[in-house]
């Protein structure tokens, strides 16, 4: 709610009322972040069991006060493993946004900056990475460096790059030509200082914006991928690795499948309410 | 509900009076199980059954090349071996109708039928078994299963137009068991002419049925060979089969081959999981097979050709760390039993030992303390010499079920309480393949099917740490124990039966005691069909279904 706070006291404007109020969806959306993001701090405190505790004799038990989520087919419980899972899952969607987002900074300025002839190549190259489908991308990626939690965070980053940098190089062009980086240029300041203080600050926010919108399809895309066994190795409690162990028992043992699909589906919903939020206020 | 087409009922007249004769001359060597249900009902012809795999997908359908299961599977339907075997296990003919070994041991000759055909209409004779003999021989086919059957087999000679003689470096007892696997099964020498690819694509044979189409990663079509006469001496019927088709789908996701059963889409699956057997015996219309593969026992093995499991303490000290037992009962819903052999419960020279692998943490902690393994790091695994003990596990998840990745899970998790660490990469068969290939494993888990117990040679001889041509060695445990190469040599040498025995339990028992595997349970081999499927079978060979006496009760 704080994030809220600021917004409102930062960005002014006549109609700002109507459009700064915060509705029910955002404050929902945000208390499943706060909790999300405790899950990530402080599994331990959250979860009453450890998430890699075997326990066979009490495999494939439904929700109960005991195992609110019930157990798997190990005997974990999976409330626990759900908790302790929020880590790897979200940190993975994360540090991928964050590559996507690196990378198309690159590209996207040296489109923007570098002249018609960079410009000209990076166009056709995002064009190429265009033509494939993200989670595509990512797969041939994945077949090329092999699997893993590392490769699949960057073959996430990297199939979210393309449009992250159009963006960015959109904004760029759109600013370079507008009567504030002209007033700049006409008082003499230096090409590095307009870049720094007028370019890159006003190109860069509705990047952010779109990134948060991002961060939820990058951790759907990443437990994607583990489901496939192409994340995190067994016994690690991660929302796809999860569902994929589970799907072989959908037809007895729904919960196990039921409840990290939940979580995957919060996460990808509250970031997408958020981002909305923030595009709404941020538009002008 | 529907009728058959005229035609069907037409060759229905002369199937029913097959069966008759049939049951005439089987009267007394088979022990008739639940046939009961069925002599009250008549076979119908005709109509199209469904089969749902959810074993790899062949990337050839003629299982001279390389030789797994999932090849053995579909090729049971339209390639035929020499022999079969009874529910008793001894040899019983197929496409031949004698055979006999040579005084010295040293040569076996081998009569076939005079009157079967393939289905391009190339006549069965003495040339054709020996082109198949050759093509299996051959580095260019890539066999390893056949290859390594045949491993004693020097040359053949034609002795007359249907008699061949199978000449041997030395005696080999089981010969004949070998004959009798699908993987060695006899081929159309014409069709065997054209190149590898095609005959890949559309293998010709004399079975019951022929590849029509093979539409990759969806299905096969087998359609009836009208002009069928070479069954097994312990068929239920002659003639060609009822079924007038098959559709051999390719489902790898269990739960949805399961759904695909429950609303009648396929009339037949494999690899049933555990949770789904049990569920489907509360089901009225399904019904479960439960064949349990020959050969050797589903085990883990311990790769004694580097440390750290070059040392037997700790290959000890794994056994006694793993909780098989706990899992077995959860994840298995009581579908399968605990082995403590490296044979199969099939096999009858089996010998088990289950003292050797009790769940014991505070022997596996005095083993490894011994073995120098006495130091922990700050995640409480065991250090020696700056290294970790750390266990490189790859799992083919075509060929481990999810209870069993379930259960390697588990003894990850007790392994870890000692203070082994276990990496389980759960892998495709190719990536996997490779992992064996570049000796990059400790543990690993390999089905290993082959009729009877000379399966132990080509898993435990020293000579199976070098590759077959396709490139797979069977001895993954790189068992190098010059005493076993001696009995196990012997032991396929032996004619007589007792001393046979004698020498195999012998073997086991190095095998056991040197902790080179921990068994874990049979080859799991479960198959779940409607109950209007009638008269399906798995043939006792290697346990894989035939369609040749099924017709459908609807």
């Known amino acids: ?284 | 509900m529907s009728t058959p087409p005229r035609p069907a009922r037409a060759r229905f007249s002369t199937a029913v009076g097959a069966v008759s004769v049939a049951a005439l001359l089987l009267t007394g060597c088979s022990t008739a199980e639940p046939e009961s249900n069925q002599t009250s009902q008549t076979p119908v012809s005709g109509g199209n059954l469904v089969y749902a795999t959810g074993d790899a997908e062949p990337t050839c359908l003629d299982p001279h090349v390389g030789g797994n299961y999932p090849q053995a599977l579909v090729s049971t339907q339209y390639l035929e071996p020499l022999v079969s075997l009874n529910d008793d296990g001894k040899i019983i003919p197929w496409l031949a109708t004698d055979w006999e070994e040579a005084d010295d041991g040293l040569s076996w000759t081998i009569t076939v039928h005079d009157d079967v055909q393939f289905t391009d209409g190339t006549p069965l004779n003495a040339e054709a078994v020996r082109a198949n003999i050759e093509h299996l021989k051959d580095p260019e086919t890539a066999s390893s299963t056949g290859f390594l059957a045949l491993e004693k087999v020097t040359g053949t000679e034609i002795v007359d137009e249907y008699t061949i003689r199978l000449n041997l470096r030395e005696p080999d007892s089981a010969l004949m068991e070998s004959l009798s696997q699908p993987w060695l099964a006899i081929q159309s020498p014409t069709a065997l002419e054209r190149s590898k690819a095609e005959n890949c694509e559309s293998p010709v044979g004399t079975g019951p049925f022929i590849v029509d189409e093979w539409v990759k990663q969806n299905s096969i079509t087998l359609v009836r060979n009208e002009d069928y006469n070479s069954p097994p001496a312990d068929a239920g019927h002659k003639g060609p089969a009822y079924l007038e088709s098959i559709t051999w789908r390719f489902i790898p996701e269990s739960a949805s081959r399961y759904a695909a059963l429950q609303a009648g889409e396929v009339d037949v699956i494999d690899n049933a999981q555990p949770d789904t057997i049990a569920a489907a015996g509360k089901n009225d219309s399904i019904e479960h097979l439960n064949a349990p593969r020959p050969g050797a026992s589903n085990r883990i093995e311990l790769n004694s050709s580097k440390p750290p499991f070059n040392d037997p303490l700790v290959r000890e000290a794994f056994a006694h760390s793993a909780n098989v037992d706990a899992g077995i009962s959860s994840l298995f819903f009581d579908t399968a039993e605990r082995s403590y052999s490296p044979l199969s419960s099939v096999e009858e020279l089996g010998y088990e030992d289950p003292k050797l692998f009790t769940y014991d943490p505070e022997e596996a902690n005095r083993l490894l303390d011994k073995a120098g393994w006495d130091q922990r790091d700050a995640q409480g695994y065991r250090v020696k010499d700056g290294k970790r003990l750390s266990l490189e596990f790859p799992v083919s998840t075509n060929q481990s079920i999810p209870a069993e990745v379930s259960l390697f899970e588990q003894i990850q998790a007790t392994a870890k309480e000692v203070g082994i660490e276990i990496n389980l990469n759960l892998l495709d068969l190719s990536s996997w393949y490779g992992a064996l290939a570049q000796n990059n494993y400790d543990l690993v888990s390999a089905p290993y099917t082959k009729v009877g117990p000379d399966v132990l040679r080509i898993l435990y001889h020293s000579d199976g740490i070098v590759p077959a041509p396709s490139g797979y060695f069977a001895n993954l445990a790189q068992v190098d124990n010059p005493e076993l190469d001696k009995l196990l040599t012997q032991a396929s040498r032996e004619t007589d039966p007792e001393r046979r025995a004698a020498l195999y339990e012998e073997a086991q028992k190095l095998i056991l005691e040197g902790y080179y595997i921990l068994p874990l349970y049979d080859q799991q081999n479960h198959f779940l069909y409607r109950s209007s499927v009638e008269g399906l079978r798995a043939l006792p060979t290697v346990s894989t279904p035939t369609f040749y006496d099924v017709w459908l009760n609807r």
């Open chain 1, 1 to 284: 709610m704080t994030i809220m706070a600021n917004f409102r006291r930062r960005v002014p404007g006549p109609s700002a009322h109507t459009r700064l109020k915060v509705t029910v969806p955002e404050m929902l959306a945000g208390v499943v972040v706060l909790s999300l993001l405790a899950a990530v701090a402080f599994p331990a405190l959250l979860a009453p069991y450890n998430p890699l505790a075997i326990n066979p004799p009490d495999a494939f038990q439904g929700p109960s006060l005991e195992h609110w989520f019930g157990t798997d087919e190990s005997g974990r419980d999976i409330y626990s493993r759900v908790i302790f899972g929020a880590r790897p899952s979200l940190l993975i969607g994360a540090a991928a946004t964050a590559i996507g987002v690196g990378l198309a900074l690159a590209l996207g300025s040296l489109a923007g900056l570098g002249g018609r002839v960079l410009d000209f190549g990076v166009g056709r190259l995002l064009e190429v990475l265009f033509a494939l489908p993200g989670l595509l991308l990512a797969l041939v990626f994945i077949a090329i460096a092999g699997p893993g939690v590392v490769t699949s965070t960057v073959a996430v980053g990297l199939s979210t790059a393309p449009g992250y940098a159009r963006i960015i190089r959109g904004q760029i062009i759109q600013v370079r030509g507008s009567g504030m980086v002209e007033a700049a240029v006409v008082l003499g300041r230096g090409r590095a200082q307009v870049v720094r203080r007028h370019l890159l600050p006003n190109a860069l926010s509705p990047v952010f914006v779109i990134a948060t919108l991002g961060l939820g399809q990058a951790v759907v895309w990443a437990a994607s991928l583990s489901f496939l066994g192409l994340g995190e190795p067994p016994p690690a409690a991660e929302w796809g690795a999860m569902l994929a162990a589970g799907r072989t028992y959908l037809t007895t043992a729904w919960w196990m499948t039921f409840f990290p699909g939940l979580f995957i589906v919060f996460t990808a919903a509250a970031s997408t309410v958020l981002g909305r939020g923030l595009q709404r206020r941020t538009v002008r």
